[in-house]
C-alpha cells in the first residue's frame, strides 16, 4: 500500500497554524495586481506567497524550492538514507521562471538576446534539488497543465509500487510569471476581486502561487494512516483549451478513478472540486460529477483559498486536504451566495467535521487533460 507521509506548502496561507486558521475560518487574503493592456490598466485580485520580489533572479525560485523540501524533511524526520532511496517528481505549468520576466517583456524580440543563452526546463530545479539534499538520481517531470503534480503522484506511487524507490518526493512549482498572468487576462477569464466557484455570479479565476513538497513511500518502509489507493489519469479532444461542457471527459476520468479503486461513488466522504470558477470548467465539472455520482457529494474547492496555482494544484491542495483532514474538518467554499440554477449542486458552506475516510480529488487541465485521485485515512 502506498502511503503518503505529509510535507509542507507555501502560499498565500502562510505558516501551518495561520494556514488551518484560515481553512477552518473560511477566510484567505489576497493582493491586487495591475497590468496594462490595450494601453488600459486592469486591476485582478491574486493570492501571493509574500511580499517578496518577482524579477529574473534564479535564486529566488531556488529559495523557495529549498525552504519548502528542507520543512517538509524536518517535519517528517526523514535521514539522508531515506532521502539517498527517494526519487523526485517534479510538476509545474511553467518553464524558464528565472526569465519570466524578460519572456513578458519580448513582445516587440527587444529581449532575444538575453533570453537565448539563459533557458532552463524543469529538469534543472529537478537536478538542483537531487544534489542539494542527495536525493536518489531517478527524476521526472510533468507540464500537463493544471494536472501537473497531480499526474507526478500517480507516477511516483507507481515507480513505488513497482520497488523501484522506497520514497518519493513530489514537487509542485508555480509562482508568478507575468506572461501568465497577461494570457488569462487576455482571455478575460480573470475575475477582478474574488474567486467563487459553482456560485451563480461567479466572475472568473484568481490565480496564485505556490510551492509545495508531498513525500509518498510504501507501507512497508514507512507506515502512515493515509493512502493513496489510485488515480486515473486521461485526455480527451473536445477542444484545445478545456474539457467538454457536457461533462463527458471528467466523468470518465473520476468513473474510471472510482473502478481502479474498488471505491463505490456513495463511500466518498467527499470531493475536493477543481473548483477554478471559470464558468465553462464549472458547468463541465458539475455535469461530470453528476453521471459519476448517483447523489451530491459533499464537494467544495481550495482555489478561494489559496487561488488557481495551475501546476502546482496537484500536491498542493494534497496537502492542505491532509491538514484540514488531521485537524478534524473539510472546508468550506468561501465566496459561495446564490445556487447556479443550471448547475443545482452547491458546494459545502459550513465545515464539515470530519477525521477520516475516502477522498476524492480532481483535477481538470487546459488541453483537456483530466485527472482524479483517491486518497483514503484510516484510523485505527
Sequence with gaps: MITILGGEI???????????????????????????????????????????????????????????????????????????????????????????????????????????????????????????????DFTLTYNTACTSSANAVIDAASMLEGGMIDYALVIGLEMFAPVTFEGFASMQLLSPTKIAPFDRDRQGIVLGEAVSALFLSRDDVAASPWHFRGGVSNCETHSVTGANPNGTGISQVIKAALKSTGVRDDEIAAVKAHGTASALNDEAEMNGMKQAFAK???????????????????SSELLLMLECVDAGFVPSSPNFRHCDEALSWTPLQQKMACDSGLFMLNYFGFGGNNTSIVVEKVVS
Design 10 to 136: 507555501l502560499s498565500a496561507l502562510g505558516e501551518t497554524g495561520e494556514r488551518l486558521k484560515h481553512l477552518e475560518q473560511g477566510t484567505y487574503a489576497s493582493v491586487e495586481k495591475k497590468m496594462m493592456l490595450n494601453g488600459e490598466e486592469l486591476s485582478f485580485a491574486y493570492y501571493a506567497i509574500d511580499e517578496g520580489e518577482r524579477n529574473s533572479a534564479l535564486s529566488i525560485p531556488l529559495r523557495y524550492l529549498e525552504d519548502v523540501v528542507q520543512k517538509a524533511i524536518d517535519k517528517l524526520a526523514l535521514t539522508p538514507d531515506d532521502l539517498q532511496r527517494c526519487g523526485l517528481f517534479l510538476g509545474s505549468s511553467s518553464n524558464d521562471l528565472s526569465l519570466s520576466l524578460p519572456l513578458g517583456r519580448n513582445f516587440d524580440g527587444s529581449q532575444e538576446e538575453t533570453i537565448a543563452c539563459a533557458r532552463i526546463g524543469n529538469g534543472y530545479y529537478a537536478d538542483h534539488l537531487v544534489k542539494h539534499f542527495g536525493l536518489n
Design 296 to 314: 451530491s457529494p459533499a464537494f467544495f474547492s481550495f482555489k478561494p483559498y489559496i487561488g488557481h496555482t495551475l501546476g502546482s494544484c496537484g
